[in-house]
């Protein structure tokens, strides 16, 4: 059994990714602590509390993180993921609450408490820098990280970042100076693999409830996307990084580098470069098909291995 920890600015993708984990057998989320990004701290609390409802797994400690990056001006992106974040679907929230700590503190309780485990980032990398910041002791208890973050040669935010690297480089950069196995599934092969309006419709095909709420968090960003570039179409960052964790074998191709932030005022600032190293593993290219399988096992009702 595989112990994880989930880090996310619960926006829709994330609520994906992290039905992707519930649903694998083996795989133990042992908390999900929540940060600043693509939406408010509060909103991104929220909607995890709302989904970790749904899904019946309230057992699992949520902890409200970081409510603004450490230097870097406030940017979101609410216009993708709607004016609550998970596109306003219809799901109530319980009455669980967050914990009462907060998540630098809580990640130190979890590692300290456990061993051996991996932390997936889906969001800005503030908690986690702070977390390592306040209790160096802690980083040794973790396995790997693994990222959604980072864009080699487009980005998504500028002409060169990726959001969740631009919207805290310093934090960035300081997880990229640790010495932790390092995962970090970039912009770029993301954004070659989106999925059809009409595909998104086979995927949640004959799924029952999880099917459906698929269906309804998929047509926010659709919309979007249409009103922007006249494509109905749908890019799943942090479900092809949840994927790459889970399921290693959709990564198609990797490359073993270095990665450096770009962290002074010009138009590049928030961009991943490429150096020289061995430091990171940094996925060039995903298995689309095997995605699309994953993801559609992962919208069944029964956990699957
Ligand atoms: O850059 C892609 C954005 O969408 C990131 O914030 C990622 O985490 C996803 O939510
Ligand atoms: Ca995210």
């Known amino acids: 059994m595989k112990k994880i920890i989930i880090d996310t600015d619960c926006g829709i993708d994330d609520a994906i990714a992290i039905i992707m ?26 909607n995890v509390l709302r989904l970790l409802h749904f899904m019946g797994r309230e057992e699992i400690p949520v902890y409200k993180g970081a409510s603004a990056p450490l230097i870097q001006k406030l940017i979101r992106a609410e216009g993708v993921h709607g004016e609550d974040g998970l596109g306003n679907v219809s799901l109530p929230l319980g009455s669980k609450m967050e914990e009462s700590v907060s998540a630098p503190q809580g990640l130190k309780d979890l590692l300290i408490k456990e061993d051996n485990i991996d932390i997936i980032t889906l969001g800005p990398l503030t908690n986690l820098a702070i977390t390592f910041n306040l209790f160096p002791e802690v980083k040794k208890k973790v396995k790997s990280i693994v990222a959604m973050g980072g864009a080699i040669e487009r980005g998504n935010v500028t002409k060169f970042a990726e959001f969740n690297f631009f919207a805290d480089p310093e934090s960035a950069q300081y997880l990229l100076n640790l010495d932790i196995p390092f995962l970090i599934v970039p912009w770029d092969p993301i954004v070659k693999i989106p999925f059809s309006k ?82 990171l593993e940094i996925v060039t290219e995903i298995d689309r098909d095997l995605f699309r399988n994953i993801l559609e096992k992962s919208l069944k009702s029964k956990k699957i291995s």
Not at 21 to 46: C, H, M, P, Y
Not at 202 to 216: C, D, H, V, Y
């Open 21 to 46: 984990a519930l649903q694998t057998k083996d795989i133990k989320v042992i908390g999900i602590s929540t940060v600043n990004g693509n939406v408010s701290i509060e909103k991104a609390t929220r």
């Open 198 to 279: 009409k595909e998104v419709n086979e995927i949640a095909a004959g799924k029952g409830r999880l099917g459906n709420l698929f269906l309804e968090l998929a047509a926010t960003p659709i919309r979007f996307v249409h009103k922007f570039y006249g494509l109905e179409k749908l890019t799943l960052p942090d479900p092809i990084a949840m994927a790459a964790y889970l399921y290693p074998e959709v990564i198609k191709g990797k490359i073993i580098a270095g990665l450096e932030m770009e962290l002074n005022y010009t138009t590049m600032r928030g961009m991943s470069v490429l150096k020289e190293g061995e430091r």
